[in-house]
Structures are given as structure tokens and as C-alpha cells.
């Protein structure tokens, strides 16, 4: 399986905003180099005008700070070309056809539209959709990759 994985705005926040612990096991696999973000200029421009919006602003403030920790991990790629897998969710149609042009391993999400595409995608170009819950369980990291529990 490939250790590519493109991560879904939502999941972004809770990365980099909100701090939930439910996407410490991705961040722990990110971080030890297991796994390589990818993401297209067009997914950083949505994050980053997630990030501004004012509700997001009152809990961090601080969105080009934010921004700066996806830009540490994600390696940009051009938009990539349809994969033959339709989401329902036109906003979310570059990163299903991210993850299948880059034959990622891992699309990580909690919207609906995608992870209802798991099926297909895992039939036609191996890959995974999960939300976090669903990766931590099928993602395989040693322990001692994980970060000491405060």
C-alpha cells in the first residue's frame, strides 16, 4: 500500500485548530514519515479560507499559523485529472481525484460524500477512505511512534 494520504479540510482543523486527539495517530505517522501528504494548490486555498473565517478565528486567530503547519508537511501537486469516481460533492471531487491519480493508500475524511465512495475506490485504484476513528484502527504504527500521553 502506498504511504501517500490526502487529508480532507475538515480533518485539517482538527489537526491544526482544534487539536483532537482523534487525529493523533495520523499526525504521529505524518511525523515519523510514514506517511507523505499530498494536497493541490486549491485544497491549501480552502483551507486557509476555512481558517479565516471568523469562528475559526476566534479559537486559534492565527491563520497563516495554522497554514504554516499544513505547508511543513504537504507536498503540492497540480490538480489532478477525473478518476472516474463521481462525488457528490463537486467541492470535494480534487481530492478523490488526487488520491486515485496519486494511487495514494489513504483519503482521510469525515464527509459523507467521500467516505460513501470507500467502496469503489478501494475496488478500482486501492484506496482507502476513512475517517479517523476508521484509520487508527486499520493504520498499523508502532507504539513507540506515538506520542507519550500527558
Given at each position: 500500500?502506498?504511504?501517500?494520504?490526502?487529508?480532507?479540510?475538515?480533518?485539517?482543523?482538527?489537526?491544526?485548530?482544534?487539536?483532537?486527539?482523534?487525529?493523533?495517530?495520523?499526525?504521529?505517522?505524518?511525523?515519523?514519515?510514514?506517511?507523505?501528504?499530498?494536497?493541490?494548490?486549491?485544497?491549501?486555498?480552502?483551507?486557509?479560507?476555512?481558517?479565516?473565517?471568523?469562528?475559526?478565528?476566534?479559537?486559534?486567530?492565527?491563520?497563516?499559523?495554522?497554514?504554516?503547519?499544513?505547508?511543513?508537511?504537504?507536498?503540492?501537486?497540480?490538480?489532478?485529472?477525473?478518476?472516474?469516481?463521481?462525488?457528490?460533492?463537486?467541492?470535494?471531487?480534487?481530492?478523490?481525484?488526487?488520491?486515485?491519480?496519486?494511487r495514494a493508500g489513504w483519503l482521510i475524511s469525515?464527509?459523507?460524500?467521500?467516505?460513501?465512495?470507500?467502496?469503489?475506490?478501494?475496488?478500482?485504484?486501492?484506496?482507502?477512505?476513512?475517517?479517523?476513528?476508521?484509520?487508527?484502527?486499520?493504520?498499523?504504527?508502532?507504539?513507540?511512534?506515538?506520542?507519550?500521553?500527558?
Open positions: 500500500m502506498s504511504d501517500a494520504v490526502v487529508i480532507d479540510t475538515n480533518i485539517w482543523l482538527d489537526w491544526l485548530v482544534f487539536g483532537d486527539p482523534g487525529v493523533t495517530r495520523l499526525r504521529a505517522a505524518v511525523a515519523a514519515g510514514r506517511l507523505r501528504v499530498m494536497a493541490t494548490p486549491v485544497m491549501r486555498a480552502e483551507l486557509l479560507a476555512v481558517l479565516e473565517r471568523p469562528m475559526i478565528q476566534a479559537r486559534h486567530g492565527d491563520a497563516l499559523a495554522c497554514l504554516a503547519g499544513f505547508d511543513a508537511v504537504a507536498t503540492i501537486h497540480p490538480p489532478a485529472p477525473a478518476c472516474g469516481l463521481r462525488c457528490t460533492d463537486p467541492d470535494d471531487q480534487g481530492f478523490i481525484d488526487l488520491a486515485c491519480h496519486l469525515k464527509d459523507r460524500a467521500l467516505l460513501r465512495l470507500g467502496r469503489q475506490a478501494r475496488a478500482r485504484h486501492g484506496l482507502r477512505v476513512l475517517t479517523p476513528t476508521q484509520f487508527d484502527a486499520a493504520y498499523n504504527l508502532p507504539p513507540s511512534a506515538l506520542p507519550e500521553s500527558p
